[in-house]
C-alpha cells in the first residue's frame, strides 16, 4: 500500500495521466505509512534481540542493514547520476550518496525521492543505539519524541518556512517513535486484541485514510495535531492488519508488488516526473518500465545480497508480528514492502 500511494502521487500531472492535487497529498501517506511500520518493525526486533540476549548487537544490526538498502539503492544512484550528469549539481550528488538528501532543498527530481532513506537511515543511526544506552527508558524516549512531533513543525516552519516541514529528520521523527511506542507496549495492548480483530475496527483505517484530505481545508491544522493523529491511526491501523488478515491483502499481485516495492520505489523517479516532456515518462509507458526497472533490480540486486546477508550474518530473519501458533499472519503482507525494508 505505501508504494501504491507513492506511485499514483508521482504519476499525478505526467503526461497522458491528468493532475490530481488530492494524488499528490496522498503520496506523503505512503511515506508515513512505511515510517510508522518501520519503527514498528525495527523496535520489535531490536526488543526481541535483547530479549533473547541481554543485548543488542550494532554490528550484526548494521550489516543486515548496509546489505539489505545500499546494494539496490547504490546501483540506481550511479545509473541515475552518469544518465543525468548533465542537470545534477555536486550537493546533490553528495547528499544523495551519503542518505543526506533531507537536508538538501536544491536537488533535482531524479534523486530528491532518496529524502525518504536519508530519514529512514538516521534513524537507524540513532535507535538502536540510543535502545542500547537507554533500554529501561526506552517508553519515555519514544514517548518525548511522539510528543514533540508538533512543536519541532511549528519550530522548523518559523525558522525556514515550508521547507522546514519537507525533509528534516525531526518533522518525521514522531511517526518512527509512534510505531515504536506500539512495538514496546504490545504486552500491554495484548489486552485488547479482540478489540483490534474485531471487523468494527475498520473505521479507525477508513477514518485514518480521511485525514490526509483536511489538508484541502487547513494545511496548518494538518501539520500542528492532524499528523499526529494520522501516526496513531496508522499504528493501530496495523494491529488491525495484522490480526484480521484480509485475504485481499494476500493475493498474488499484493505479495508480488510488495516484493518489488523496494526497488520500485527508487526506479520509478527517472519515470515519473511530470516536469518532463520526454516519451519515457508519459503514461502508461512511464509506469511499464519502471514496474520492468524494479522487478530486475529486485531479481538482480535485491535477492543476490539478501541471500549473501543470511550467510554472512549467520541467522535467518525472526518473524516479527505474531499471528498465534500458526505463525506469524499473512495479512503483514499489507505492508509487505516495509517489512522487506525495514526488518532483520
Given at each position: 500500500?505505501c508504494?501504491?500511494?507513492?506511485?499514483?502521487s508521482?504519476l499525478?500531472g505526467t503526461?497522458n495521466?491528468p493532475?490530481?492535487?488530492?494524488?499528490e497529498?496522498y503520496?506523503?501517506?505512503g511515506?508515513r505509512?512505511?515510517?510508522?511500520?518501520s519503527?514498528?518493525?525495527?523496535t520489535a526486533?531490536?526488543?526481541?534481540e535483547?530479549g533473547r540476549?541481554?543485548s543488542?548487537s550494532?554490528r550484526?544490526f548494521?550489516?543486515?542493514?548496509s546489505?539489505r538498502i545500499?546494494?539496490?539503492?547504490y546501483?540506481?544512484m550511479i545509473?541515475?547520476?552518469?544518465t543525468h550528469?548533465?542537470v545534477?549539481?555536486?550537493?546533490?550528488?553528495?547528499?544523495?550518496?551519503?542518505y543526506?538528501?533531507?537536508y538538501y532543498?536544491?536537488?533535482?527530481h531524479?534523486?530528491?525521492?532518496l529524502?525518504s532513506?536519508?530519514?529512514e537511515?538516521q534513524?537507524?543511526?540513532?535507535?538502536?543505539?540510543?535502545?542500547l544506552?537507554f533500554?529501561r527508558r526506552?517508553l519515555w524516549?519514544v514517548a518525548?519524541?511522539?510528543?514533540?512531533?508538533?512543536?519541532?513543525r511549528?519550530l522548523?516552519?518559523?525558522t525556514?518556512g515550508?521547507?522546514?516541514?519537507n525533509?528534516?529528520f525531526?518533522?518525521?521523527m514522531d511517526?518512527?517513535?509512534?510505531?515504536?511506542?506500539?512495538?514496546i507496549?504490545?504486552?500491554?495492548?495484548?489486552?485488547?486484541?479482540?478489540a483490534f480483530?474485531s471487523?468494527w475496527?475498520v473505521?479507525?483505517?477508513?477514518l485514518?485514510?480521511?485525514?490526509?484530505?483536511s489538508q484541502?481545508?487547513?494545511s496548518?491544522a494538518?501539520?500542528i495535531?492532524?499528523?499526529?493523529?494520522l501516526?496513531?491511526?496508522?499504528?493501530?491501523?496495523?494491529?488491525h492488519?495484522?490480526?484480521?488478515?484480509?485475504?485481499?491483502?494476500?493475493?498474488?499481485?499484493?505479495?508480488w508488488l510488495?516484493?518489488?516495492?523496494?526497488?520500485?520505489y527508487l526506479?520509478?523517479q527517472?519515470f515519473l516526473n511530470r516536469?518532463?516532456s520526454?516519451?519515457?515518462?508519459?503514461?502508461?509507458?512511464?509506469?511499464?518500465?519502471s514496474?520492468?526497472?524494479?522487478?530486475?533490480?529486485y531479481h538482480l540486486?535485491?535477492r543476490?545480497f539478501?541471500?549473501l546477508?543470511e550467510?554472512?550474518t549467520g541467522k535467518r530473519r525472526p518473524?516479527l508480528?505474531?499471528?498465534?501458533a500458526?505463525?506469524p499472519?499473512?495479512?503483514i503482507s499489507e505492508v509487505?514492502e516495509?517489512?522487506r525494508?525495514?526488518?532483520g
Amino acid at each position: 500500500m505505501c508504494i501504491s500511494f507513492v506511485v499514483l502521487s508521482h504519476l499525478s500531472g505526467t503526461g497522458n495521466f491528468p493532475r490530481s492535487h488530492l494524488l499528490e497529498i496522498y503520496g506523503n501517506l505512503g511515506v508515513r505509512i512505511f515510517l510508522v511500520v518501520s519503527g514498528y518493525l525495527i523496535t520489535a526486533q531490536l526488543l526481541k534481540e535483547h530479549g533473547r540476549t541481554g543485548s543488542i548487537s550494532l554490528r550484526t544490526f548494521y550489516a543486515r542493514r548496509s546489505l539489505r538498502i545500499f546494494p539496490a539503492a547504490y546501483v540506481f544512484m550511479i545509473v541515475a547520476i552518469v544518465t543525468h550528469w548533465a542537470v545534477l549539481s555536486g550537493g546533490n550528488m553528495l547528499t544523495a550518496l551519503t542518505y543526506t538528501v533531507n537536508y538538501y532543498q536544491r536537488g533535482d527530481h531524479v534523486l530528491g525521492h532518496l529524502w525518504s532513506l536519508g530519514v529512514e537511515e538516521q534513524f537507524y543511526l540513532l535507535w538502536p543505539m540510543g535502545l542500547l544506552l537507554f533500554y529501561r527508558r526506552r517508553l519515555w524516549i519514544v514517548a518525548v519524541a511522539v510528543a514533540a512531533g508538533p512543536p519541532l513543525r511549528i519550530l522548523f516552519w518559523l525558522t525556514w518556512g515550508t521547507a522546514g516541514l519537507n525533509h528534516p529528520f525531526p518533522v518525521f521523527m514522531d511517526a518512527l517513535a509512534m510505531g515504536s511506542a506500539i512495538s514496546i507496549l504490545e504486552p500491554q495492548l495484548a489486552r485488547f486484541q479482540q478489540a483490534f480483530s474485531s471487523r468494527w475496527f475498520v473505521i479507525v483505517p477508513a477514518l485514518t485514510a480521511l485525514l490526509p484530505a483536511s489538508q484541502l481545508w487547513s494545511s496548518r491544522a494538518y501539520q500542528i495535531v492532524g499528523l499526529s493523529a494520522l501516526h496513531l491511526g496508522i499504528a493501530l491501523s496495523l494491529k488491525h492488519v495484522m490480526l484480521r488478515r484480509y485475504a485481499v491483502l494476500n493475493v498474488w499481485p499484493v505479495m508480488w508488488l510488495g516484493a518489488i516495492s523496494y526497488s520500485l520505489y527508487l526506479w520509478q523517479q527517472i519515470f515519473l516526473n511530470r516536469g518532463s516532456s520526454s516519451l519515457w515518462t508519459a503514461f502508461p509507458q512511464n509506469l511499464v518500465l519502471s514496474i520492468l526497472l524494479a522487478t530486475a533490480s529486485y531479481h538482480l540486486v535485491e535477492r543476490p545480497f539478501l541471500k549473501l546477508r543470511e550467510l554472512w550474518t549467520g541467522k535467518r530473519r525472526p518473524h516479527l508480528v505474531g499471528g498465534g501458533a500458526s505463525g506469524p499472519s499473512p495479512a503483514i503482507s499489507e505492508v509487505g514492502e516495509v517489512r522487506r525494508v525495514a526488518s532483520g
